[in-house]
């Protein structure tokens, strides 16, 4: 039988220390075309592993300064660290392709465990759009849901509004880390989303702020991916035949979510996707009873 003092050892060399999981993952995401799914894959492919596995220390230590230069100098106040493999990571991140290994948050982490349901659409929304999401918002917050959203202009931030408008719970997953913001013009809203409500992020640092621009437009379909992964359904309020919003279409029919699209998309003769993806089993949405009843059986 171990000593109490060799428990508490062996407690201490095997726990997760998340600087050191952070600044591995940092260290991944700046090797050779690094993506979600390479590291992903990576880490897949040893069981029981984590980001540290594949890291030599001298090289985490070199990122743990780096990242500590990046807080400072972007005054990131407090946030959290999710791991893979961890505590309080939640499960139905697992339903993703290629689950995220690290997440960055900052608000209230519990808001995971509520039952969420995201609200998305296009960045240049019509009124109509803007209405359609704040009368959608409204019912699912009556109904006790949670509204997640990414964010960007336009539906999200129409439906995160709407939720705080309406006293409901709301949670961005945003597209770049948390140190930055975009668009600039939701600065405020990200801001009382983050003291009150809970942002997520799954962009590393300094991979973000040394890449070009151009190439960090990837990190934006990708924490689509997660959005879908966190929530019991997805909702289409609009969407163009080339927005972004489809990349959360196909990840919530991958990972058995429920796919909303309003009635009002497939009323649209300027898109041609409503039709294709209701052959692939999506909920036609008349109206918000047609929400209710297919979010029923996930509940």
Known sequence: MKSQSLVLNDFFTQAVSPLKEMAAYEALWDQDKATFKSIADRIKSCPGSMPSTFVPDSEIQKYSNALKDI?????????GIRIKGANEYPERLCDARHPVEVL????????VETPCVAVVGSRKVSKEGIARTRKMV???????????????EGVDRAAHEA????????????GTPISHYYPKENKDLQDLIRTKYLLISQVPFKRYIERD????????PERNVTMSALCLGTIIVEASDTSGTLYQARAALAQGRKLFILDSCFKNKNISWPEKYLKKGVIRVRDYEDVRQGLASNV
């Not at 409204?138 to 960007?152: E, F, M, P, W």
């Open 71 to 79: 807080i400072s100098q972007y005054n990131v106040n407090s946030f």
């Open 104 to 111: 960055y948050y900052q608000g209230f982490w519990n808001l």
């Open 138 to 152: 409204r019912n699912l917050v009556a109904d006790g849901y949670t509204i997640v959203s990414g964010l960007a």
């Open 163 to 174: 939720a705080i408008e309406y006293g409901g719970q709301t949670i961005a997953v945003i």
């Open 213 to 220: 621009y151009r190439h960090n437009r990837t990190f934006f």
